[in-house]
């Protein structure tokens, strides 16, 4: 199947920096999206980005899918960035998503 | 806006016994999900649910779950006898078509004792 991978695994910021996040995918795909998982472990919809750039605030995401690979830009960092965020693809007509393993982010004051 | 919602946040219940997980997925979505997530995991998928059938279920998902649609609103997933290591997050997710953006409730964090 499918092999999602994230990197950094983990990632600590001084509140103000920027910081980009990885996702590369081993096999083409029909959908990606992008996940903040906050500290109460609900997961937030960040992006919907199968191909193309996309901007909401501080946040901007990037998707190349012919070179397989999703980045997630975050600038001016705050605290509550802080969680993890996940990539999730989908490669069939089936449905479901295929997860990447996260990013922990931590930003501190 | 919108939401999928889950019910309850938080279940403890002792091993061998049976939970239900509900989900009120929104209104026009027609693709069902749910999904678990082992503390400090990954999330992974359990089983798909369109048209009122399983389109889809994964290795995890086996004869001691199932999931109904009972109502036409709720979504269901039910553990008829649990071990220690269903303790997880559960999720539960929509989507309007197979491959659209997909919405997640809240979770539901069950403790297995």
């Known amino acids: 199947g499918i092999q999602v991978e994230q990197s950094p695994p983990d990632l600590i910021l001084q509140e103000g920096a920027n910081s980009t996040l990885r996702c590369n995918f081993s096999?083409?795909?029909?959908?990606l999206q992008w996940f903040h998982q906050n500290p109460w472990g609900q997961l937030i919809n960040l992006f919907y980005i199968p191909s193309g750039t996309k901007q909401n605030g501080r946040l901007s995401a990037t998707t190349v899918a012919t070179e397989r690979y999703s980045l997630l830009y975050i600038s001016s960092s705050q605290t509550t960035d802080s969680g993890v965020y996940f990539c999730?693809?989908?490669?069939?007509?089936?449905?479901?998503?295929?997860f990447g393993q996260g990013t922990e982010l931590s930003v501190k004051p | 806006e919108p939401e999928v919602t889950q019910t309850p946040s938080h279940q403890v219940t002792q091993m061998g016994q049976e939970v239900i997980l509900r989900c009120v997925p929104i209104s026009n979505h027609l693709y069902f999900y749910w999904y678990r997530q082992i503390l400090g995991q990954k999330v992974e998928f359990l089983v798909s649910f369109y048209n009122n059938e399983i389109s889809e279920k994964s290795e995890i998902f086996d004869d001691q779950f199932s999931v109904e649609r009972p109502d036409g609103s709720n979504f269901t997933l039910k553990i008829r006898s649990t071990k220690l290591e269903d303790s997880a997050m559960y999720f539960c997710a929509g989507q309007l078509q197979g491959n659209t953006e997909a919405f997640f409730g809240q979770g539901t964090r069950l403790t297995v004792v």
């Open positions: 096999d083409s795909v029909n959908n």
């Open positions: 999730a693809v989908l490669y069939n007509q089936g449905g479901k998503l295929i």
